[in-house]
T-cell receptor, first 112, second 114 residues
Framework: SQQGEEDPQALSIQEGENATMNCSYK?????LQWYRQNSGRGLVHLIL?????REKHSGRLRVTLDTSKKSSSLLITASRAADTASYFC????????????FGGGTRLMVKP | GAGVSQSPSNKVTEKGKDVELRCDPI?????LYWYRQSLGQGLEFLIY????????KSGLPSDRFSAERTGGSVSTLTIQRTQQEDSAVYLC????????????FGPGTRLTVL
């Protein structure tokens, strides 16, 4: 099974609403990363949160990390139609700082 | 400088043919990764190169798949005797040195095996 698993698998909201996506993982990590993918092409890095951090912000993005529950959440505030994409969390399964294992992703649709 | 580039962007081939997919990483990045993504699915790790070390091939699905990285830069993923189940988007990523560095992805090659 995958190291990181996102929940929900698909999410549909109206423009202006907030979108929350969750990620659970299995092993200890040194960091967790969130990526965005448009139209099944290359992924774009959004944000990285280290294992000793609990919350991180970047623009309209807010990421939380709970290492005791092995879970993370990505919140997109005031969503826009352009936020429509798939969002993936990624963790380093070997804790070696070189590999990433990606979850199955959350497909977000923001309706105008 | 430029980001990660991949070629071709699309490849249609017949079952049984060999294909080569190319990845040009960001200059100076020591790590290079190949992933495969089937329609609507997550990323499946294939192979990882780090500097001059032996590559981590643990994700290659069969011996029909191979990859090389020449001169520590450009990489080629080769699929021999392609099968229909090989149809997917093949993504390449590179990463600079550092424990917390992100991976930078190319646009991918969409492979269709008829």
């Amino acid at each position: 099974s995958q190291q990181g698993e996102e929940d929900p698998q698909a999410l549909s909201i109206q423009e202006g609403e907030n979108a929350t996506m969750n990620c659970s993982y299995k092993t200890s990590i040194n960091n967790l990363q969130w990526y965005r993918q448009n139209s099944g092409r290359g992924l774009v890095h959004l944000i990285l949160i280290r294992s000793n951090e609990r919350e991180k912000h970047s623009g309209r993005l807010r990421v939380t990390l709970d290492t005791s529950k092995k879970s993370s959440s990505l919140l997109i505030t005031a969503s826009r139609a352009a936020d429509t994409a798939s969002y993936f969390c990624a963790t380093d399964p070997n804790n070696a700082g070189n590999m990433l294992t990606f979850g199955g992703g959350t497909r977000l649709m923001v309706k105008p | 400088g430029a980001g990660v580039s991949q070629s071709p962007s699309n490849k249609v081939t017949e079952k049984g043919k060999d294909v080569e997919l190319r990845c040009d990483p960001i200059s100076g990045h020591t790590a290079l990764y190949w992933y495969r993504q089937s329609l609507g699915q997550g990323l499946e790790f294939l192979i990882y190169f780090q500097g001059n070390s032996a590559p981590d091939k643990s994700g290659l699905p069969s011996d029909r798949f191979s990859a090389e990285r020449t001169g520590g830069s450009v990489s080629t993923l080769t699929i021999q005797r392609t099968q229909q189940e090989d149809s997917a988007v093949y993504l390449c990523a590179s990463r600079g040195w550092g424990f917390y560095n992100e991976q930078f992805f190319g646009p991918g090659t969409r492979l269709t095996v008829l």
